[in-house]
């Protein structure tokens, strides 16, 4: 069992920047690649970034690359996104989710979840 805390969230305007962290609870969070998904109301959850268990390599959604940035400490067992130039249909519950081996693009595919944390950009 891997448990997830997402944290950051809340209120921003356009055009400003936040920053997400997805703390674990185990030390052999290392051994995991993390993903964050974004999902609003009515909608499934939608793949936004991904990173291997070393953070040697990444993947984003066409929609966010070029302005988010997916990283990892894992002396601090932690996964980061920052969110830049942020636009009002990036507003969502955002949650980080874990699995073994590598990343994929696909929600099913992960083991392990965090309860989201709501971002909400303000026009």
């Known amino acids: ?12 305007q356009a055009g400003v920047s936040l920053r997400l962290s997805c703390a674990a609870s185990r030390r052999t969070f290392f051994r ?4 964050w998904f974004c999902q609003a109301p009515g909608k499934g959850r939608e793949f ?13 959604a066409g929609s966010v690359k070029g302005r988010f940035t997916i990283s990892r400490d894992n002396a601090k067992n932690r996964v980061y996104q920052e969110m830049n130039s942020l636009k009002p249909e990036d507003a969502a519950v955002y949650y980080c989710a874990a699995r ?11 083991d392990y979840w ?8 303000s026009s």
């Open 100 to 110: 073994l081996l590598r990343y994929t693009v696909a929600a099913g595919t992960y």
């Open 48 to 60: 936004v970034a991904a990173i291997s268990s070393s953070g040697g390599n990444t993947g984003y």
């Open 32 to 35: 995991y690649a993390v993903a």
């Open 114 to 121: 965090g309860q989201g944390t709501q971002v909400t950009v």
């Open 1 to 12: 069992q891997v448990q997830l805390v997402e944290s950051g969230g809340g209120l921003a």
